[in-house]
């Protein structure tokens, strides 16, 4: 404990000779207004030290964890950035967090004959219910899609309720394809909010369903069996339920491998291909497979005190400075796990995010800066939130539980697994397409002589997958900031291969590890360009709005 608080005070030492030019000079990565207000070394500074081991993978309510949400506050309180949340940079959120037994068997009878699968090799599983025993012993039924949306006339959940209550549904992962006379069908090739793993747990939590089995491949997921394996193998947490709280949830939350999955619909006489053929088709019914899932899932429990970290500075515009600017990132990652072969078992999150935490600070930083006629007209909140490794928990949380009205919030910018490669020649801003905010972005995106390239993986629902998309949920237009693949001096495709290649090897991996290696001129240029847009909206005459044909317009507040 007293290495971590001294090493955390030569940190913040060094940090302050960078701040007064007296160790490193440096030069500005990118031409753009705001460029020469970050400086590169600083940045790489934060990263190398969030993604330390002796912040022990930075996993909500651990030691490491909350460590870090201090030390972002301690740089924030340095900067001259206010609290946030009525004198404490804290807003606290109340977790609970389950971890399975990893002796846990998934076992399939059918009749009296039984298949025993074993947890992390063949399936991952853990508890909504927010206890330590859960026990079920239920029929299986096969879902297709487990969707029900009704303005794409589609519904998985034909029949009556009671063919779902108490039983463990299986169903696969993303949307339905779209097809030559509907090639819109949900949204296409890019991903809707049906095709998510959280979708299909909360609706299936409505049908009265007492389990999930998701069928994983890599390829409708966009990763491997390793990041499953690794993502569910520790603790996993959920907002702490309190007594009056009647959302439904689901016994057991599970996937399985797609080999695990053949054997099961081989033991039922049903042909797994042939059923997701039919799934495909709005004629689909689910199909009773006439087996039995037993499992019994014993965990360990605690409830977790979290924090989300909130720093506040006021705008320049008496008139405008009560509406609001947010830029977010998350600083959880997944703490302690499962070792890999070189027998590390810490997961750093150096990438992931602790990269956004380090850009966030240097946005907040580069707004102290300003010179007064350049103070952004509206005040700018700076929200580093917990648990987005678990479902986005802390987003929610305070999407839910506003510190500054959802109603007087301009925009939501979001930074994530920031660039670390190059400088690019484009970016993409996901969601810019939904709101007024897309000729602010194309905007700053012409001044800095970039492309504005939509996103190049829309089938793997990024939109969907990080802090600002709880804004979007409650109506305030929000972005996701994403480099581009064009990287300078490098051939065609360079990029998407590092991309690749980082998410077989690296995502949700012990390797996320900090490289002194890592050029950082590439962090600045997305955390100068984020900024900008920022500002832009700030001094905007009007808040930001959804587009009418947009599926968050009606759950944006009124707006002026």
């Known amino acids: 404990m007293n290495e971590i608080i001294d090493f955390m005070k030569i940190n ?23 460029t020469n207000l970050f400086n590169p070394e600083e940045l790489k500074s934060t990263v190398r030290f969030l993604s330390d081991d002796g912040f022990e993978g930075r ?46 068997k998934l076992n399939i009878f059918n009749g009296n004959n039984l298949t025993s699968f074993n947890f992390a090799d063949d399936f991952v599983a853990f508890t909504g219910a927010q206890t330590e025993y859960v026990n079920i012993n239920a029929e299986m039924v096969f879902v297709g899609y487990g969707i029900d949306a009704p303005e794409q006339k589609w519904n998985d959940y034909k029949g009556d309720r009671d063919d779902y209550r108490g039983k463990v549904l299986v169903m696969m992962v993303n949307d339905p394809p779209a097809t030559e006379k509907e090639p819109n069908l949900f949204g296409g090739k890019a991903l809707t909010y049906y095709g998510r793993w959280t979708y299909k747990f909360e609706q299936a939590a409505r049908m009265g369903a007492a389990g999930v089995i998701l069928i ?20 996993r947490y959920d907002v702490a339920r309190t007594p009056d709280d009647r959302t439904p949830f689901l016994q057991m939350r599970s996937w399985m491998t797609e080999q695990t ?22 004629d689909f019914k689910p199909v009773k497979l006439g087996l039995r899932a037993s499992v019994e899932l014993k965990s360990q429990v605690k409830r977790v005190d979290s924090n989300n970290v909130v720093g506040l500075i006021d705008g320049a515009d008496a008139a405008l400075k009560n509406e609001y600017v947010v830029y977010s990132a998350h600083w959880d990652h997944l703490g302690v796990g499962e070792p890999n072969a070189r027998g590390d078992n810490i997961y750093n999150g150096a990438l992931d995010n602790a990269t956004g935490v380090a850009a966030l600070l240097g946005i907040a930083e580069a707004i102290t800066k300003l010179p007064a006629k350049q103070k952004p007209k509206r005040s700018s909140v700076l929200l580093f939130t917990t648990a987005e490794e678990q479902g986005l928990l802390g987003a929610d949380w305070y999407a839910k539980h506003p510190i500054f009205p959802v109603d007087k919030t301009a925009a939501d910018v ?13 970016f993409s801003a996901l969601g810019v397409e939904r709101s007024s905010l897309r000729e602010i972005v194309e905007k700053v995106a012409k001044e800095r002589g970039m492309k504005l390239v939509p996103d190049g993986k829309p089938e793997q629902g990024l939109f969907f997958r990080s802090d600002h998309f709880p804004f979007a949920k409650v109506g305030i237009p929000s972005l996701n900031m994403e480099a581009g693949d064009d990287f300078v001096g490098k051939p065609e495709g360079w990029g998407r291969k590092q991309f690749e ?4 090897a690296n995502y949700h991996q012990p390797s996320d590890e900090f490289s002194e290696s890592w050029d950082f001129s590439g962090l600045v240029q997305l955390a100068e360009i984020s900024l900008a847009i920022g500002v832009e909206a700030s001094n905007a005459k009007k808040l930001q709005r959804f587009n009418k044909d947009d599926e968050f317009f009606k759950a944006q507040p009124d707006r002026k």
């Open 12 to 34: 913040i030492f060094f940090k302050s000779i960078v701040a007064l030019g007296l160790l490193v000079s440096f030069v500005p990565a990118q031409k753009g207004q705001f």
């Open 59 to 104: 996993a909500p309510g651990s030691r490491g964890g909350e460590l870090a949400a201090k030390y972002i506050a301690m740089q924030l309180r340095r900067l001259g950035v206010k609290p946030g949340n009525n004198g404490s940079y804290f807003q606290p959120v109340s977790l609970f967090a389950v971890k399975a037994d990893p002796a846990t």
């Open 216 to 235: 994983h491949t890599t390829e409708s997921a966009g990763y491997g069996w390793n990041v499953v394996r690794t993502s569910n193998g520790s603790w």
């Open 261 to 282: 999955a053949r054997k099961i619909f081989e033991q039922s006489g049903k042909n797994l291909d042939e059923l997701r053929e039919k799934a495909k088709s709005r």
């Open 414 to 426: 979001n930074l994530d697994s920031v660039n670390i490669l190059g400088l690019v020649g484009s």
């Open 501 to 504: 290649a980082y998410n077989a």
